[in-house]
């Protein structure tokens, strides 16, 4: 039974995840966290900051960490077909579809509707994280006792960084978990 609740959660993912994986998180959020209750918050940032780190897909990664974490190796396996599925399904069919049909004014309208969609959902992500990040579980809080101030440190250091300097990101978060962890350790 967790296997085919593994299987639905993650193929209404990869049916919902228009825009990439990053623009899947609240996606994914809501299904392991909220939903399902298999991951806090925190592991789930955990997760995301895992499934970056590592080759391939953000959604992928996270489907087959979870899967493997619920269920072992067969539910590694089934989260992640059940995430790459519809999208293979999907993809063809649209690319049928734009091939035969992409001088079509309503084609180019329908894909310059969805920009703005896939920009509030990676803004989605990125705010739920910075939240997680700065206030802790409890979220948004005016009172300043509250706030981690070397998260944001280095959250603001990190973002100078790579605007000014343009680095490669890998870079920036290795330095940042290093000097994180160095300084909770310390601390």
């Known amino acids: ?6 299987f639905w959660s ?11 994986g990053m623009a899947a998180m609240p996606l994914i959020q809501n299904q392991v966290v909220d939903l399902n209750h298999w991951l ?16 391939g897909p953000i959604a992928i990664n996270s489907a087959s960490f979870v899967g493997s974490r619920i269920a072992g190796l067969p539910g590694a396996i089934i989260a992640t077909i059940g995430c790459v599925f519809p999208s293979c399904v999907i993809v063809s069919f ?3 579809v734009y091939y035969k049909y992409k001088g079509l004014t309503v084609v180019q309208g329908v894909l310059s509707g969805l920009r703005p969609a896939v920009v ?7 705010v739920s994280i910075f939240i997680l990040a700065i206030w ?17 440190l280095l959250f603001g250091t990190a973002v100078f960084i790579l605007r ?12 940042s978990g290093v000097i994180g962890g160095a300084i909770y350790l310390i601390k």
């Open 10 to 20: 993650f193929f209404q993912i990869g049916m919902f995840s228009i825009g990439g």
């Open 40 to 55: 806090t918050l925190t592991e789930f940032t955990d997760l995301i900051t895992i499934a970056e780190m590592t080759p």
């Open 1 to 6: 039974m967790i296997l085919l609740k593994l």
């Open 94 to 96: 649209l690319a049928w």
């Open 164 to 175: 000014r300097w343009k680095p490669n990101p890998i870079f920036v978060m290795l330095g």
């Open 120 to 126: 509030a959902l990676i803004a989605s992500a990125g």
């Open 136 to 152: 802790g579980e409890n979220g948004f809080s005016i009172n300043p006792e509250s706030i981690d101030y070397i998260s944001l």
